[in-house]
């Protein structure tokens, strides 16, 4: 369930105990956190947007393109060290300055368009973005993000020293995009979305777990090499993979030809890789499909 914090932002500011400002990921509240212009009257949502979203949260100027209603959806998700933010956007530039970043955290972020059309402006480039791709954000310097349609899109927020380490230059990915068909990304957006479709972590250990999962796909699809990609792939890969392959099960358990063949061909790896994984996991493919498909059918 997202809980929105639109009503008590101004009378009750234990809502906004995590700063979710762009580049400094909130504090542990794995509870996904929902912001919408929905709840103004048309003519107050610019207004209000800027107020809570622009001073309140993410620390920005919003400077709305064209004469369309304004209109803003945006939820968060905290995980330990990282922020996740979702959401839809009229036109708008969103501009990070000197002095929105003063004080901020050792952060960055890689920011997918889903939907639309972007730009970003940082460092001296201007990257365009088509739907699929994802720019990577430096966390101290200043920045424009420009959504010039209607248009969906997803970042997260990561802590520069941990990817730091992974990275031989972390540096020179920033203001640089990630094509739509890294495979690595693709995995952290599935994983991402599950996530967002499980609701809350309550028990801290998997909160921590699922971080360390999304840092080790963020540092792949950011190029980590070696050793350290191979221990990025038996960790966050894996469980991406999984998770990946969980839900694609969920959705298609009355398809009569479901199999760990037919999955592993869905998702490019082998049969025995399918079961290795859910092995791993504690439990057999055959245990997980007909489980399933016994909770499924209790529900008719």
């Known amino acids: 369930m997202k809980n929105s914090i639109i009503g008590d932002i101004g009378s009750n500011r234990r809502t906004m105990d995590c700063n979710y400002s762009f580049m400094t990921p909130p504090r542990s509240r794995s509870t996904p956190v929902h912001v919408s212009t929905d709840e103004f009257p048309v003519q107050q949502r610019l207004a209000k947007w800027r107020e809570i979203y622009g001073r309140s949260i993410a620390n920005v100027d919003i400077e709305p393109i064209g004469d369309e209603p304004f209109h803003a959806s945006v939820t968060f998700q905290s995980l330990p060290g990282i922020g996740i933010v979702s959401g839809s956007r009229s036109p708008a530039h969103y501009h990070l300055t000197r002095q929105h970043l003063a004080g901020a955290r050792d952060g960055f972020g890689i920011s997918v368009l889903i939907s639309g059309a972007s730009t970003t402006r940082q460092l001296g480039r201007e990257i365009v973005g088509r739907p699929g791709t ?129 999955l592993a061909l869905r998702h490019g790896v082998s049969p025995r890789y399918v079961h290795k994984l859910f092995e791993r996991d504690g439990t057999g493919f055959s245990e997980f499909v007909l489980a399933r498909g016994s909770t499924a059918r209790s529900k008719c």
């Open 134 to 262: 994802a720019v990577v954000i430096s966390g101290t310097d200043p920045s424009v993000s420009t959504m010039h349609r209607m248009g969906q899109f997803l970042t997260i927020v990561l802590p520069r020293p941990e990817l730091a380490v992974l990275l031989r230059d972390l540096d020179s990915a920033y203001a640089r995009q990630i094509p739509a068909e890294n495979g690595a990304l693709r995995l952290l957006l599935q994983y991402v979305n599950t996530l967002h479709a499980a609701g809350p972590l309550d028990a801290p250990p998997l909160a921590q777990a699922v971080a360390s999962h999304i840092i080790d796909l963020a540092a792949l699809a950011l190029g980590a090499e070696d050793d350290v990609a191979h221990e990025a792939e038996g960790r966050g890969l894996a469980a991406a993979r999984l998770q990946a392959i969980k839900t694609d099960i969920r959705k298609n358990l009355g398809d009569h030809e479901l199999s760990a063949t037919t």
